[in-house]
Nanobody, 119 residues
Framework: QVQLVESGGGLVQAGGSLRLSCAAS????????VGWFRQAPGKQRDMVAF???????HYADSVKGRFTISRDNSKNAMYLQMNSLKPEDTAIYYC?????????????WGQGTQVTVSS
């Protein structure tokens, strides 16, 4: 059974940093597009960043230059380094393996980790 488990969330002051991790079981990050999404209270869940199997990355405009997505294939893990955090970054952050031919069009999500940025 595929499982994605996020960790690393917490409370941080504006301008601070956090590093989120996502560990996967029964699915390989190295051959799939994987990404981070976030959902703030009362808002829709939005894409933050994703990384393709070839290492190409894409970021939401709101986090470009502040967040960095990376992947460690040896650990089958994915990370999101978040710097210069702002109160508007407060949200639950989810890792996701989106539906593709590689996943047989299954859509996998973690349970989420809370990030709170105080002003």
């Amino acid at each position: 059974q595929v499982q994605l488990v996020e960790s690393g969330g917490g409370l941080v002051q504006a301008g601070g940093s956090l590093r989120l991790s996502c560990a996967a079981s029964e699915i390989s990050f190295s051959i799939n597009v994987v990404g981070w999404f976030r959902q703030a209270p009362g808002k829709q869940r939005d894409m933050v960043a994703f990384i393709a199997s070839d290492g190409n990355t894409h970021y939401a405009d709101s986090v470009k230059g502040r967040f960095t997505i990376s992947r460690d294939n040896s650990k089958n893990a994915m990370y999101l380094q978040m710097n210069s955090l702002k109160p508007e970054d407060t949200a639950i952050y989810y890792c996701r393996v989106p539906p593709t031919a590689m996943t047989r069009f299954a859509d996998y999500w973690g349970q989420g980790t809370q990030v709170t940025v105080s002003s």
